[in-house]
């Protein structure tokens, strides 16, 4: 990956307008934000800003209004919630261009936070339209992108403003594109990755990626399920995609000539039904009975993952190993995650992990803090994971 720009090169910033694009896409229950871990990745970034005496001008995108304004997506429900976490004011205007941005700038001291409203209210943001991305460059003198989770759109905010504002990685963007870069861009080998979850339909570019990168892909959840059938194993009830046995196949093709171990579960606990304490059994994934569905894999294929998981040096890990959210069919998830976590704390692994429901399953094992990073991103974690160039961190790199 090429250098980009960080906050270490930003001197002399007291009194410049920084625009800072940040993801504040938290969720929301009952007008509350019940969840603030996006604002707190990215707290360092803006205070750190705010302390060398820029004008901190802050740019999100909140739901998917569509390029209209939407009260209820509106970022003035947000504000309160980023005064909390930062433990200072901040000031909002009710648009993120045109005389309530300019207004609200010129009110600024230096220190100052501004938030703006959620740039999506405009058609221009999505489109990446110039004269919209002119419009945001009016408000500032510098540009810095920390939000890595909006990275692999080109729209104004997360791409365009780059081409004409000097652009810089904050802090957030400036780790994860460091604990990407550890991950799979120059990773200490042997590398293993573990894919899980509910469909190969979902992650075919993803799986296919890491075949050619990886030493050993672990496959697990329910899209173990499609690659067993796809190679003769009756699967009974369980969640499979019968219809991509073709594709399943081919990746294990690619597998086999780039010299990528698959490791698929030798067992499985199954159940008659997809609910928490279901009768269950453990068998082979050979004899899995007409009528059940495999929901985890078993103690045997958890011993053969967390083998595989002390020999790597370095862990890619997205999806869970069964259906985590209802025990017992989160043991070998739990399991995994915590042999991980372990391998890491003692220095011995370097382990990144993100996407989806992944941050969930790895707090519901407790040790999320213990992996090397975890990624809040969803479809930007797993866009890097498929290999494919973000537009955001391009745009940051190559300038
Ligand atoms: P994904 O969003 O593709 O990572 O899928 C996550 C979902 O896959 C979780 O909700 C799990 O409950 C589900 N899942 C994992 N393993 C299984 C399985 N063996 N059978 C059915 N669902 C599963």
């Known amino acids: 990956m090429p250098a980009f720009k960080t906050l270490d090169d930003l001197t002399d910033i007291a009194g410049k307008r920084v625009l800072v694009r940040v993801d504040l896409n938290v969720p929301v229950t009952d007008g509350k934000v019940s969840d603030t871990t996006r604002i707190e990745r990215v707290a360092p970034t803006i205070l750190e800003l705010s302390e060398k005496g820029a004008k901190v001008i802050l740019l999100a995108h909140f739901g998917r209004p569509k390029g209209e304004a939407v009260a209820d997506q509106s970022l003035s429900l947000i504000a309160p919630a980023v005064e909390e976490v930062l433990d200072q004011r901040v000031a909002f205007a009710a648009d993120c261009i045109g005389a309530p941005a300019a207004d609200a700038i010129a009110k600024m001291n230096d220190g100052d936070i501004l938030l703006l409203e959620n740039t ?4 221009g943001e999505e489109k990446n339209d110039a004269t919209f991305t002119a419009d945001l ?6 540009y810095v ?3 890595f989770s909006a990275a692999h759109r080109a729209h104004a905010s997360t791409e365009g403003l780059a081409h004409i504002l000097p652009a810089y990685a904050g802090r957030t963007m400036q780790a994860e594109l460091e604990a990407l870069e550890k991950g799979l861009g120059k990773p200490t080998h042997p590398v293993v990755a573990i894919v899980g979850g509910a469909k190969v339909s979902t992650k075919i570019d993803l799986l296919s990626n890491l075949v050619t990168r990886v030493d050993a892909l672990v496959i697990g959840g329910g899209m173990a399920n499609t690659f067993l059938a796809a190679q003769g194993i009756d699967v009974g009830k369980s969640l499979c995609e019968h219809d991509l046995a073709d594709t399943a196949r081919a990746i294990l093709e690619t597998a086999k000539t780039a010299g990528c171990a698959i490791v698929l579960p030798v067992d499985g606990v199954v159940a008659r039904e997809f609910k928490a304490h279901a009768a269950n059994e453990t068998v082979d994934v050979t004899a899995i009975p007409a009528d059940a569905m495999m929901l985890d894999v078993g ?8 083998g595989w998981i002390e020999k790597a040096a370095t862990l890619v890990w997205n999806g869970p190993l069964g259906a985590f959210e209802i025990a ?3 043991t070998a998830t739990v399991s995994a995650a915590q042999h991980a976590a372990a391998q890491t704390r003692a220095g011995k692994l370097v382990s990144v992990a993100g996407g989806g429901d992944t941050v969930s399953a790895l707090n519901h094992a407790g040790i999320a803090d213990d992996f090397s990073y975890v990624s809040t991103a969803g479809g930007a974690f797993l866009e ?3 290999g494919k160039e973000l537009p ?7 300038g």
């Open 384 to 386: 890097w994971m498929e």
């Open 137 to 142: 460059a009016k408000n500032g003198d510098i």
């Open 299 to 306: 103690p045997k294929s958890i011993e053969l993952i967390n």
């Open 120 to 123: 999506r209210f405009h058609k």
């Open 328 to 330: 017992p069919f989160d």
């Open 145 to 147: 992108n920390d939000a």
């Open 392 to 398: 955001g961190v391009a745009v940051l790199t190559k």
